[in-house]
């Protein structure tokens, strides 16, 4: 029975745990203390559903009592102020005494209105005072309601390293006195970036991973598009917020298709089309329309998302439209030049105008430094060698390819295309 009601407090949480965090920190004004207090009302639902039973609306009830500790620790922040001020009995001790008022704050605290909390929240934990994998790491701690063992679990880190850079990330925030709030005006557009960043970087490793043994990180994925879908609920005014949700929906859709039966990789032109998911490709589809329909100019996830739609729509590979897809890139480099970008340029090229063609992008970029490390530089090189039947030279590059990669199943695939080169 216990063990039941564990597992439900565990899926409650999973769902309500942002919300409530959100919505203490409005009253509190601090991160840190927020995520302590919703963390009282998780440790006291352990206490009392296993012996009361589940109340009828646990989300409600996690809320509650988290707002009512919220109201304990204003008042007795407000009561040590008091007491601050009666210690201050000469001018020179009143000075030097700083002593907050914290009536506003429990004013705000007696309001039954969660408003754009969850967005305040967004913007405060990808914030770009901290380093990257800080917000990514606070992101997923706050918003996502994982444990900090998921989070190191998810990106092959030891749980200290985790722990470490969510304490840190929370003192930043402090320590800079970041506001709980949206940003506004030219504010907003900047800050809006860094958080499409750090949901797309989560997307990214569990699409595919950066290391391990396994290809994809199917669980961090499916957290990103969580992420992805609170924020379209909550700033659905921004065309580059579809943008990335779009993005994330389309590639997710085939993600059941990049493994065979062994776990081993599975490139597109051999997907199985069939297994990918309609469900997921009617929703990026969707979300793209809303994209381009609120933007007078495409941003780069919405560029990448109707690249993506290439793909989703064509039936086979002979269908893909590449000039299109050539053409989208041009367009991308255009907006956000990167050595990546033309990359992926020269992929769409040599397919719609012949490897040569590609294959001359690719060769201008071999100095780049950049790409100096980056395992799709020779990669893509072997593949265009290998259709223009070089292939001694297309071994080489797989090989080297092979020795750049950190993911287990990639570096076994391309040593396979070397030996089939």
Known sequence: MHAATHQAIAAVWRIDAA??????????????VAEELAQEALVAALERWPV????????????????????DHLRRLQMQARKHEEIG????????????DFTDALDAARQDEIGDDLLRLMFTACHPVLPTEGRVALTLKLLGGLGTHEIARAFLVPEPTIAQRI??????????????????????????????EVVYLVFNEGYTATAGEDWMRPALADEALRLGRMLVEIAPQHAEVHGLAALMELQASRM?????????????????????????????????ERAEALGD?????????????????A????ETEWWRIAALYGELAALAP?????????????MAEGPAAGLAIVEGLLQDKALARYHLLPSVRGDLLARLGRRDEAREAFLAAAALAGNQREKDLLLQRAADA
Not at 171 to 193: C, I, N, T, Y
Not at 268 to 285: A, E, F, H, K, M
Not at 315 to 318: G, N, V
Request: contains cysteine; glycine residues 6%.
């Open 19 to 32: 919300k409530v965090v959100a919505t203490v920190a409005r009253m509190v004004r601090d991160v840190a």
């Open 52 to 71: 009361d039973g589940l109340p009828d609306k646990p989300g409600a009830w996690l809320m509650a009592t988290a707002k009512n500790r919220a109201l």
């Open 89 to 100: 009995h000469d001018l020179e001790a009143q000075e030097a005494l700083t002593v907050p």
């Open 167 to 196: 304490v840190r990330a929370k003192q930043k925030l402090r320590d800079a006195g970041v506001p709980f709030e949206a940003p506004r005006g030219a504010q907003l557009q900047a800050r809006l970036a860094s958080v499409l």
């Open 256 to 288: 059941k298709a990049r493994t065979d039966a062994q776990g081993r990789p599975v490139l597109l032109p051999d997907q199985d089309r069939s297994r990918w998911d309609r469900l997921l490709i009617r929703r990026g589809l969707l979300a793209l």
């Open 297 to 313: 100019r495409r941003g780069p996830y919405t560029l990448q998302a109707a690249i993506a739609a290439c793909h989703a729509r």
């Open 315 to 318: 039936r086979t590979p002979a």
């Open 338 to 350: 990167s050595p990546v970008v033309e990359l992926n340029r020269a992929v769409a090229v040599g």
